[in-house]
């Protein structure tokens, strides 16, 4: 079963444009992180952000979570082309060992 | 620093064939995992290692096997190919604990007709 479901599935935006993405999960959780894939490549780490923490920055991402509504976005500012990508949330479970993942949003970018 | 490295890139089986998909990782990291990716269903976790010695189940286990006789390494075993283990496989390492940032390979794409 999945732990994060990501909104929306598609997303296609213009370059410059900000892109957000939202992620819901069911369980209570320690920390959420956000990956991307691009095509044909393996996930590579975002940014991650603690159960105890609401927002996080990083370059042109920021990250809210919101624990209350067990949701979490992600937002990238003044996009580029090279932000076409798949994006996914990961939480962790109760037992503190296992990383699932959503089914992603995927993001295009048009120059 | 080369990272998690897995081969095969590719792979066709026919059903009922066995193989072994390696993954290595040079970052010494404690946590590693296997993932699997098909489209429409994210990636969904098969075994896992907390340590050399140390295997899990996940979430999709069965048909696979796993072992940790290393740090480095964490082969993932098909004993006997079924078409629904078509998928792209991605090997992760973590550290120092499973919480952290995983690091994943570039994957495995496997083909069982």
């Known amino acids: 079963s999945q732990q994060g479901e990501e909104d929306p599935q598609a997303l296609s935006i213009q370059e410059g444009e900000n892109a957000t993405m939202n992620c819901s999960y069911k369980?209570?959780?320690?920390?959420l992180q956000w990956y991307r894939q691009n095509s044909g490549r393996g996930l590579v780490h975002l940014i991650l952000?603690?159960?105890?923490?609401r927002e996080k920055h990083s370059g042109r991402l920021r990250v809210t979570l919101d624990t209350s509504k067990k949701s979490s976005s992600l937002l990238i500012t003044a996009s580029r082309a090279a932000d076409t990508a798949s994006y996914f949330c990961?939480?962790?479970?109760?037992?503190?060992?296992?990383?699932?993942f959503g089914e992603g949003t995927q993001l295009t970018v048009n120059p | 620093n080369a990272g998690v490295t897995q081969t095969p890139k590719f792979q066709v089986l026919k059903t009922g064939q066995s193989m072994t998909l390696q993954c290595a990782q040079d970052m010494n990291h404690e946590y590693m995992s296997w993932y699997r990716q098909d489209p429409g269903m994210g990636l969904r976790l098969i075994h896992y290692s907390v340590g050399a010695g140390i295997t899990d189940q996940g979430e999709v286990p069965n048909g696979y096997n796993v072992s940790r006789s290393t740090t480095e390494d964490f082969p993932l075993r098909l004993l006997s190919a079924a078409p629904s283990q078509t998928s792209v496989y991605f090997c992760?390492?973590?550290?120092?604990?499973?919480?952290?940032?995983?690091?994943f390979g570039e994957g495995s794409r496997l083909t069982v007709l």
């Open positions: 952000i603690r159960s105890n923490e």
């Open positions: 992760a390492s973590s550290s120092p604990s499973w919480a952290g940032e995983l690091f």
């Open positions: 990961a939480t962790d479970d109760d037992s503190g060992s296992r990383l699932t």
């Open positions: 369980t209570s959780i320690n920390n």
